[in-house]
DNA sequence: TAATGCATTTCACTTATTGAAACGCTCTTT
DNA sequence: AAAGAGCGTTTCAATAAGTGAAATGCATTA
């Protein structure tokens, strides 16, 4: 017991993994991809097909309803709220300004649904629950997929006057699950700063459901850990 | 090897299951609920969090990113499209009609992105990637969330003169991810059959993302088996 | 026909999983 | 304060359980 790690449930779920990954993909292909030999690679896809995790048909092993399943319930707004704390804590020390994570309501608004307040004195404010529109916001544009090329959202003095507010999506496959975003009394910071925030809030935004493989290595790289944003005005 | 499976990673996966239906579990409850000793489960726990299946908190243990990733990716229209595949198959051989799976598209429309025509020699017919309006029609109702109490919507001789269209939706945790529906012409159904129909349709619906747990039973249970629609005019 | 590749089964080997027990810890109870 | 209960964690000997090479049968391809 080197590492208090189960090494057949590791293959397994390294398996399940690849299914995911190819979306259908044979016996031997799984076993390769793995490096498992075919008895054990079958050994452990019939597990997983069995609990509902896999499914197999005449192509191959695709992804079972098991894990649709568990997937959508793990995507519930508190884990998503969760799984994106530490990338709005690193926003904020960065930056030292307010950062929230917003998700699409019932009609065609968003909600706050994670708030972050900024260090700074002079700062913005939220609380979770609040709505938002879904124009004239930055937070807003994201979530109406009006995603711009450049993956990051900047909207100066748009609805909340003296305010600019940078905002990024959190991907999902390819849906758009959440809105990442920090905003900044407009006097604080120029054009340029702003898509330099930008690209830190999209790099941010992406790594919320970036799987950082397995075991991060001590101290391992998350955005903005190398280059922090300066705040000079 | 009694049934060709592996209980160590049955036991993980329970535990993953675990973990994901209550949303946060401590290793005490999770082991109890899975009837495991502390330390197997510890170590399974660990296991899971070491590729990112889970993750631990002070409060315990929640689902982790890389099943958030993977059922996203799993949901892909493709997916679902296949997960569904059955369900449409048993509506058409259990009712004659065509039956349609649709989602919600890019603005207030939504999209064929699955059908299975009816046996009838007059039947409905429609076409994958077919546009259909939120409002008018019963699967559009169904994306545009105007869930009925019963589960279905009937809608007769609406924005299609002439037929009736029984839709419910394909729910995943608590939103709707999908409409499955069976359209038929008018004059071979009535109101109290297309009751009856919808009964039979939401059935299948939730059975789509519903775990059928574990291995079915040879000629296991499905929605409809036991009671097939009655056809006669 | 021979050859290649795949899914599947078998089986002896032994590795890797297992769970009881013990420990330190934090609360709660007495 | 001391005792008790519950939790997370580690240890360790027993052995149950997973492993992979090899063999089989079946398609496809050359």
Redesign the pocket.
């Known amino acids: 017991?080197a590492d208090?790690s189960?090494?057949?449930?590791e293959?397994a779920l390294l398996l399940l993994g690849t299914v995911c990954d190819r979306g259908v993909v044979?016996?031997?292909?799984a076993a390769r991809d793995a490096t498992?030999?075919?008895?054990?690679a079958?050994?452990?896809l019939r597990t997983l097909e069995s609990t509902g995790f896999v499914r197999k048909d005449d192509d191959?092993y695709r992804p079972g309803m098991r894990i649709v399943q568990l997937g959508a319930q793990a995507l519930s707004h508190e884990s998503l709220v969760s799984l994106a704390g530490a990338a709005l804590d690193r926003l904020v020390g960065g930056t030292g300004e307010s950062a929230y994570l917003n998700v699409p309501a019932d009609d065609g608004h968003g909600i706050y649904i994670a708030v972050r307040e900024g260090t700074h004195s002079v700062r913005h404010t939220s609380w979770v629950g609040r709505r938002i529109p879904l124009t004239g916001t930055a937070a807003g544009k994201v979530l109406a997929g009006e995603a711009p090329s450049c993956g990051y959202v900047v909207v100066r003095n748009g609805i909340e006057p003296d305010v600019t507010a940078v905002a990024a999506p959190v991907m999902i496959g390819d849906r758009i699950a959440a809105s990442l975003s920090v905003v900044v009394p407009s006097y604080r910071i120029s054009e340029q700063q702003a898509d330099t925030l930008g690209e830190l809030v999209a790099a941010e935004a992406r790594s919320i459901l970036n799987t950082s493989t397995a075991t991060p290595a001590p101290g391992g790289t998350h955005p903005g850990d190398t280059e922090i944003q300066g705040e000079s005005a």
């Open positions: 017991m208090a189960t090494r057949t449930v293959r044979s016996l031997a292909d498992l030999s075919a008895s054990t079958l050994r452990l191959g």
